[in-house]
C-alpha cells in the first residue's frame, strides 16, 4: 500500500489534471479555439506539486493548492485503517508470542516437578531399603545362637551271623541273627531278603532279628539280608 506522501502526490496530481481539462474546456468553448493555458491559470508543475505536498506536510498552508477534500479525507481514513490493522496485527502477534511463552514456562515447570518427584520417589525407595537392610541386620545381630542341647547320634551298625556250617544235609535248619547296634532311639521296620540270582526277593514272614531257613539244594546258594527302614 502506498505510503501518504505518494497518495498525497497522486491527489494533487489528480486535481491539477482536472484543473487544466477545466481550463482548457473553457477557453476552447468561449474563444473558439484552444489555447494553451497561462502560467497564472495554472501554476503547478511536478516540482511545484512536490513543494506543496511537502509544505502541508509541515504545517504549511498552500493557497494555490486546491486538493480534492474527500479524496483527501478517504486517503486519510485508508492510512487510520492501516495504522489500525497493523496495530491488531502488532496485537495478535504479541499474545501469540505471550501463550508461546506461557507454554514452554508450563512445560518446563511440569519437567522439574516431574524429575522432583521421580527424585524424591528414588529416596524413600532407597530409604526403605535401607531401612529394611538395617533391620534384618539387627535381627541376626540380636538373634541369640542355637544351644547345642542334643547329644551326638551314636554310631549305628547291624551284623549278620548264621549257622550254616561247611558240612550241612538237606533238611537242616539255618538260622540267621542280625545284632542292631544305636537303634534304640529310633523305630524302625526290619525285612529279610534272599536273592537267587533273579534279584532281591522280601523272605515270607522275615520281620525279625532272626530268621530261620530250611537248608536244601537251593537256599544253601542264597544271598541273604535284612533290610532295615527307619519310621519317620
Known amino acids: 500500500m502506498l505510503n501518504t506522501k505518494m497518495k498525497k502526490i497522486m491527489a494533487v496530481a489528480l486535481s491539477c489534471v482536472m484543473v487544466i481539462g477545466a481550463v482548457a474546456a473553457v477557453q476552447f468553448f468561449g474563444a473558439g479555439k484552444m489555447q494553451p493555458p497561462s502560467a ?43 495504522a489500525r490493522r497493523e496495530a491488531e496485527r502488532e496485537e495478535r502477534e504479541e499474545a501469540k508470542r505471550q501463550e508461546r511463552e506461557e507454554a514452554e514456562e508450563k512445560a518446563r515447570e511440569e519437567a522439574e516437578a516431574k524429575e522432583r518427584e521421580e527424585a524424591e520417589a528414588k529416596e524413600r525407595a532407597e530409604a526403605e531399603e535401607a531401612a529394611k537392610a538395617a533391620e534384618q541386620e539387627e535381627i541376626i545381630v540380636e538373634a541369640p545362637l542355637p544351644e547345642e542341647t542334643a547329644e551326638p547320634a551314636a554310631a549305628r551298625s547291624v551284623t549278620i551271623t548264621s549257622t550254616l556250617d561247611e558240612q550241612i544235609a538237606e533238611g537242616d535248619t539255618i538260622e540267621l541273627d542280625a545284632e542292631l547296634v544305636g537303634f534304640d532311639d529310633v523305630s524302625y521296620d526290619l525285612q529279610w531278603q534272599y536273592n537267587d540270582g533273579s534279584g532281591w526277593q522280601d523272605a515270607e514272614n522275615g520281620n525279625d532279628t532272626s530268621y530261620a531257613i530250611v537248608a536244601n539244594a537251593q537256599t544253601v546258594n542264597y544271598d541273604w539280608r535284612i533290610k532295615l527302614t527307619i519310621s519317620e
Open 40 to 82: 497564472t491559470e495554472v501554476p503547478l508543475n511536478t516540482k511545484e506539486v512536490l513543494s506543496a505536498v511537502d509544505g502541508e506536510e509541515d504545517g504549511e498552508a498552500n493557497p494555490e493548492l486546491d486538493v480534492d477534500p474527500e479524496l483527501l479525507a478517504e486517503l486519510e481514513a485508508e492510512e487510520e485503517e492501516e
